[in-house]
C-alpha cells in the first residue's frame, strides 16, 4: 500500500521548514518532526541517511517499510506534514519489531 502523490511531502523546501518548525516525538528506532499544516491535506516523508544504510537497496527498503506503515496507521489522514526519520538502532530490526514501535509512537500525534 503506497501514499498518494498528494500525501506525499517531495519537496525539499516543506521538508526543511517542517525541520525547522515542527516538534519532535520519538519512538525506539526513529523520530518524526511533525507540523500542522491549514489545509488539511497530510503529507508523509522518510528520510533515511547513508550513516544508517549504506547501500541505497537498504535505504529504499526503510523508506518502503516506514511510508507502507504511515499509510496503513492513516497519518496520511492527519493534518500534519510528517517527516520520518530512522536512527542507527534500526539496523538488523524485523519488520513486526518496527511495525509495533511505529504504532505506539504515532498513537502520541493522534
Known sequence: MA???LHRLSSRKDIDEVFKKGRTTRGTFF???YCAVENGIGRVAVSVSKNIARKAVDRTFLRRVYTNLAA??????????LVIVPTQLIVGKAREEI???FEETTKKLR
Request: glycine letters at 6%; one cysteine or more.
Open 31 to 33: 523520530f518524526i518532526r
Open 3 to 5: 501514499l498518494s502523490r
Open 99 to 101: 511495525k509495533r514501535d
Open 72 to 81: 496503513i496507521c492513516g497519518l496520511d489522514k492527519l493534518s500534519f506534514d
